[in-house]
Nanobody, 127 residues
Framework: QLQLVESGGGLVQPGGSLRLSCVAS????????IGWFRQAPGKEREGVSCIGSRAASTYIADSVEGRFTIFRDNAKNTVYLQMNSLKPEDTGVYYC????????????????????WGQGTLVTVSS
């Protein structure tokens, strides 16, 4: 059974850091791109970052460029999102998702390219 489980969210002050984890099961992680999306209250879900199969391609949204890093450990079936210099506008529920492609790009880090979602983890950036 295909499953994606996120963890690592929480409350952090502006300027702080968090590392989100997405553990995959039920499929061969190395064959797929995995994306991170977020949804702030009252807003649409947006793509934040994506890492392709074998980490051959990555995408980082302009809004988090230079602050967020995505990486994967296929041996642990896990994709991580390292988030530094967090801002209040980074607040939201963060979801990992399997992308219907082994290649990641801005175009493919969209909701309509997702075929499976995790349950989400809440990130709150506030003083």
């Amino acid at each position: 059974q295909l499953q994606l489980v996120e963890s690592g969210g929480g409350l952090v002050q502006p300027g702080g850091s968090l590392r989100l984890s997405c553990v995959a099961s039920g499929f061969t992680l190395d064959y797929y791109g995995i994306g991170w999306f977020r949804q702030a209250p009252g807003k649409e879900r947006e793509g934040v970052s994506c890492i392709g199969s074998r980490a051959a391609s990555t995408y980082i949204a302009d809004s988090v460029e230079g602050r967020f890093t995505i990486f994967r450990d296929n041996a642990k079936n896990t994709v991580y999102l390292q988030m530094n210099s967090l801002k209040p506008e980074d607040t939201g529920v963060y979801y990992c998702a399997r992308i219907r492609s082994g290649f990641c790009s801005a175009f493919r880090t969209r909701v309509d390219f997702v075929d499976s979602w995790g349950q989400g983890t809440l990130v709150t950036v506030s003083s």
